[in-house]
Nanobody
Framework: VQLQASGGGLVQAGGSLRLSCAAS????????MAWYRQAPGKQRELVAA???????NYDDSVKGRFTISRDGAKNTVYLQMNSLKPEDTAVYYC?????????????WGQGTQITVSS
């Protein structure tokens, strides 16, 4: 079971990016999916999370600018990031809690770098 993230890159302040993260493997079901980020010298923090029934939670710093969504058929979670700011610069990680072979498994993606220039 693995998560594969894509969509990172360099963008100017005010710009937009969309991250994708696809889960693959022997998956029975996916419960929560989320995006975290870690800036240099800082702890990893939750950016946004979405449950299997669509409940969403955002960090205050991204409310109104970022949108998390998921496609159950594709086992994929997305993060649409608009009005990006230099302080959004970080490595972004997707995470998911899944049921695989009758066991609950928490998994992290490999991380993708987002750099926002001023």
């Amino acid at each position: 079971v693995q998560l594969q993230a894509s969509g990172g890159g360099l963008v100017q302040a005010g710009g937009s990016l969309r991250l994708s993260c696809a889960a693959s493997g022997n998956i029975d079901s996916i419960n929560d999916m989320a995006w975290y980020r870690q800036a240099p010298g800082k702890q990893r923090e939750l950016v946004a999370a979405i449950t299997s029934d669509g409940r969403i939670n955002y960090d205050d710093s991204v409310k109104g600018r970022f949108t998390i969504s998921r496609d159950g058929a594709k086992n994929t979670v997305y993060l649409q990031m608009n009005s990006l700011k230099p302080e959004d610069t970080a490595v972004y990680y997707c995470a998911a809690h899944m049921e695989c072979g009758g066991r609950g498994i928490g998994t992290w993606g490999q991380g993708t770098q987002i750099t926002v220039s001023s």
